[in-house]
């Protein structure tokens, strides 16, 4: 029941702005977009989540287009640091509970 | 800040051994999530809690089971270890379930070996 496609790879250069876009076509109108990281084999960090509006805050910004059934992640300034799988995730509501969908991560690399 | 602690943090078990992972989540969080991360895979949502009832189960082997607890610690038990049982197993919190600050904290996991 996956609700997200991702590029499963991307590359960008230190300093650079790195765009990870995310297709989530089928999203319904109440379900939220959320952007985790995960660095090696640590537990998935928090980046960013929204709705229809766009976001940012200190580590980046989310971009989702007005039908919703597109976003990107918009890390401004990467570093070697940023390297890392980023998963744009869906959460659903089902079973009278909320839950991430996970989709299959971009593995973005950040070059010196 | 407070995190979402895990233990043990890694974990050796031999075939149709038993195992039991341990979940503190952040002080005030009532909503407690399991998943399952196989080698080279995405994470897979197992079970989740709040307020101690279990609230969804996903891809969860009847072998597993999960409770919460009293004082919102979650164990997650799992009995007949398969080899394919070997994985990082983590935990998340959330302390707004459904709300504008729903968002899970992730713990760094527990990295179970079957052997």
Redesign the interface.
Known sequence: DAKTTQPPSMDCAEGRAANLPCNHSTISGNE?V?W?RQIH??????II?GLKNNETNEMASLIITEDRKSSTLILPHATLRDTAVY?CIV?V????????I????TRLKVLA | AAGVIQSPRHLIKEKRETATLKCYPIPRHDTVYWYQQGPGQDPQFLISFYEKMQSDKGSIPDRFSAQQFSDYHSELNMSSLELGDSALYFCASTPDRGGLLDIQYFGAGTRLSVL
């Open positions: 939220y959320y985790y084999s640590q537990g998935p960090q928090y989540h998963y959460r509501f089902t079973s009278g509970t909320y839950k991430y996970f989709g299959t991560g």
